[in-house]
């Protein structure tokens, strides 16, 4: 009997010292070069949110980061001014620049934006416009952004050691509690994902609130609502929301092991290429590497490696595809009037050129976007606009699905329905 439990002990030790994964350093040091490639990319504003995850890592190529983070203090510094100037409100921008700036361990107060005939350090904008924001809650039950960007807001405050007001923590508070944090009658993973990590900043902080047990009891709700979210296949909520999620769960103190099912369908991912959006990859490389955005008190830029090396990049010839698949695009305005065309594409075409060749070769058509972290997004189709300020956008799906990536990455590959609809949420 001795001997079998002997042998039985002998085996879990070697269960337990076996890894469950043999690619996942492999996948998590692909993911980290794909990452840091995309900085080098100029076609659209440097994005800070990869600025910090690139910083979280433990392999670093501290020369490129460099370059990176000096294209922040540039170019994206310049588009939160110009939103500023223009009266826009700019929490999310703003909270993950502060980010990406602590992730580099750079001096705060050497940078200033200017409001009207203000000039201001950073911490002390995204304190205007939170207040702002808290303003606008109390009167419309509503951020003027939204919770996501709210969330941030409080996190880089609390991050950065700067006092949140217990006014403003207390509105994140009531809407978890309250359920008001969703899109639609969806659940927003990455909005209670993002929320769940500013609430646990402030309660390690130790940030007087205006009730401890309530934000004790948001940041359970929180957990519940993200592992009750979880899928068979270890998503929670989707392949692009459950980096987030896993994020938020190790910070808010939750055991999610490396041989997880989270985990595991975070590599499934990556293995099959899903995360080629640069803002995907951002939020899941920190949680295959158990790391999340709380890491960021505690960073020191000292002793780092620096033996992340790129590749040349492969020369890939794209050939147009022979195979021809027919789509039809439907546009459903706000009044419920809605047109329909029709046209056929070459297989494999995105979304985006699908909109493009169908605006250049049928009257009627039109489309207008905008830039985001996320890639392009549609603001104007057929001259009518959809706004944030007026909670509302294009609703994309595929025969009645929505999508889940954004007209640049969506991939056309058989015949389908494109709706786009205009939604209020």
């Not at 296949?233 to 692009?240: A, D, L, Q, S, T």
Request: net charge neutral.
């Amino acid at each position: 009997m001795k001997a079998i439990l002997l042998v039985a002990a002998a085996l879990a030790a070697l269960t337990a010292g076996s890894p469950c994964a043999t690619d996942h350093d492999e996948l998590v040091l692909r993911l980290n070069k794909e990452l840091l490639r995309s900085t080098e990319e100029s076609d659209s504003l440097p994005n800070p949110s990869v600025h910090i995850t690139l910083r979280l890592s433990t392999h670093h190529n501290l020369a490129k980061e460099s370059q990176h983070l000096n294209q922040l203090k540039t170019k994206l510094h310049e588009d939160i001014q110009n939103s500023l100037s223009g009266g826009q409100m700019v929490v999310g921008r703003l909270a993950l620049y502060i980010l990406a700036l602590k992730s580099s361990c750079h001096d705060l107060n050497s940078l200033t934006l200017s409001e009207g005939e203000t000039r201001d350090a950073l911490l002390t904008h995204l304190k205007r416009q939170m207040e702002k924001e808290k303003d606008h809650i109390a009167l419309s039950h509503r951020p003027l952004t939204n919770y996501y960007q709210y969330s941030l807001g409080i996190l880089a405050l609390c991050v950065n050691g700067v006092r949140v007001s217990s006014h403003v923590s207390n509105k994140l508070i009531h809407a978890v509690q309250h359920g008001q944090i969703k899109h639609g009658d969806s659940l927003c993973i990455d909005s209670y994902a993002m929320a769940g990590m500013a609430l646990q900043c402030l309660k390690e902080a130790g940030t007087p609130v205006r009730d401890e047990e309530q934000l004790n009891k948001a940041l359970d709700t929180i957990k519940q609502k993200l592992q009750h979210s979880q899928q068979a296949n270890g998503h929670i909520g989707n392949e692009f929301s459950t980096g987030l999620a896993v994020q938020a769960l190790l910070a808010m103190g939750s055991q999610v092991k490396e041989c997880s099912t989270s985990m595991e369908a975070l590599r499934s991912d990556a293995r099959k290429g899903s995360y080629h959006n640069a803002m995907a990859i951002s939020q899941t490389l920190p949680a295959l590497q158990q790391r999340s955005y709380l890491h960021l008190k505690s960073h020191e830029c000292r002793n780092e490696d620096d033996t992340l090396v790129l590749d040349a990049a492969p020369v890939v010839e794209v050939l147009p595809s022979l195979t021809k698949v027919p789509v039809r695009v439907e546009v459903l305005k706000a009044d419920g009037s809605s047109s329909e065309y029709r046209l056929d594409i070459p297989s494999g075409s995105s979304l985006l050129e699908v909109l493009t060749q169908l605006r250049d070769h049928q009257m009627g058509f039109t489309f207008e976007m905008e830039d985001s972290l996320w890639g392009p997004f549609l603001s104007r189709v057929n001259g009518e606009q959809a706004r944030q300020t007026d909670r509302r956008y294009w609703h994309l799906s595929s025969d009645g699905n929505g999508l889940r990536e954004g007209i640049k990455d969506y991939k056309i590959v058989t015949a389908q329905k494109i709706t786009i609809k205009n939604t209020g949420y």
